[in-house]
């Protein structure tokens, strides 16, 4: 079965800086795809980033852009220029098929 | 674009009642349904997946007689928690896939709130 690993349940950052989230996760799959989500206290799902596996590109979403590691099966999200509205769980998510497997999620505090 | 209604957001009810929640794709048709359930400060887990016009799939230890699924249309999903009981309380996400291939993201709703008393 496929895990995913968060392993900093909480994280923090000044306004205006930037923020690294790890993400790691274990497949036997060659194709996939990756995500992070954010979750602010209203509790919606929003997505923020996807990753093809096969692309080598890391995708980047205006201030937020990944490292996308395939062979270390490493997925991190790097937030540039902090807002306080990116205080939120962010939660890792691995999807092949129709499962998608989330991580325990890390909570992000930004202080201004 | 892709814009998932779940409704209600929030439910309080005696024990033994039943309760249903409604998810809704607003401005797309989807082929595929998921219902998850989330504890307090846990992530999300998949309880089943619903295709339209076929029985639901459910994960390993969800009891598909306690939380039925129903996809009757593509654009609507229902999950029925029967029969509540105070440990059914939690916080249940919908989400909804356009499109037959699994590589379509999915989209969410926005929770409902479930407390049974």
């Known amino acids: 079965a496929q895990t995913v690993t968060q392993s900093q349940p909480e994280m923090s950052v000044q306004e205006a800086e930037t923020v690294t989230l790890s993400c790691t996760y274990d497949?036997?799959?060659?194709?996939?795809?990756l995500f992070w989500y954010k979750q602010p206290p209203s509790r919606q799902m929003i997505l923020v980033i996807r990753?093809?596996?096969?692309?080598?590109q890391n995708a980047t979403e205006n201030r937020f852009s990944v490292n996308f590691q395939k062979a270390a099966k490493s997925f991190s999200l790097k937030i540039s220029d902090s807002q306080l509205g990116d205080a939120a769980m962010y939660f890792c998510a691995y999807m092949w098929g129709n499962m998608l497997t989330f991580g325990g999620g890390t909570r992000l505090m930004v202080k201004p | 674009g892709a814009v998932v209604s779940q409704h209600p957001s929030r439910v309080i009810c005696k024990s033994g009642t039943s309760v249903k929640i409604e998810c809704r794709s607003l401005d797309f048709q989807a082929t595929t349904m998921f219902w998850y359930r989330q504890f307090p400060k846990k992530s999300l887990m998949l309880m089943a997946t619903s295709n339209e016009g076929s029985k639901a799939t459910y994960e390993q230890g969800v009891e598909k007689d306690k939380f039925l699924i129903n996809h009757a249309s593509l654009t609507l999903s229902t999950l029925t928690v029967t029969s509540a009981h105070p440990e059914d309380s939690s916080f249940y996400i919908c989400s909804a896939r356009a499109g037959g291939y699994w590589s379509q993201p999915q989209h969410f709703g926005d929770g409902t709130r479930l407390s049974i008393l």
């Open positions: 990753q093809e596996a096969y692309k080598q």
């Open positions: 497949t036997s799959e060659s194709d996939y795809y």
